[in-house]
């Protein structure tokens, strides 16, 4: 079991600057990778970045150049820095976590999310 807690969200003007955190609790040496979505109002939720445990990274074409995931050195903290936002990245931010589970002889996947940070980018 998993608990991801987001916090950072907020109000922020076209072209600032907001840092996401994600803290995971829990049975944290089963994650395998974390990552960030986001979902704006009447659209579903896509994906915006994500990092495994080696530390390679992936982006969403629509923030390249613009966010960078990252996390802590006990690998139990993402962070999404966010540079030069604007309105098109207002949205509600989740945080997920692929952990895998071995039992015994029984190995499981899992999806964890957070319960969502609010972004709003707006003059």
């Known amino acids: 079991q998993v608990q991801l807690v987001e916090s950072g969200g907020g109000l922020v003007q076209p072209g600032g600057s907001l840092r996401l955190s994600c803290a995971a609790s829990?049975?944290?040496?089963?994650?395998?990778?974390m990552g960030w979505y986001r979902q704006a109002p009447g659209k579903r939720r896509e994906f915006v970045a994500t990092i495994t445990r080696d530390g390679s990274t992936n982006y969403a074409d629509t923030v390249k150049g613009r966010f960078t995931i990252s996390r802590d050195n006990a690998q139990n903290t993402a962070y999404l820095q966010m540079n030069s936002l604007q309105p098109e990245d207002t949205a509600v931010y989740y945080c997920?976590?692929?952990?895998?589970?071995?039992?015994?002889?029984?190995?499981?996947?899992?999806?964890?999310w957070g319960q969502g940070t609010q972004v709003t980018v707006s003059s």
């Open positions: 829990g049975n944290i040496f089963s994650i395998i990778t």
């Open positions: 997920h976590a692929g952990a895998v589970v071995t039992m015994g002889v029984k190995v499981s996947p899992y999806n964890y």
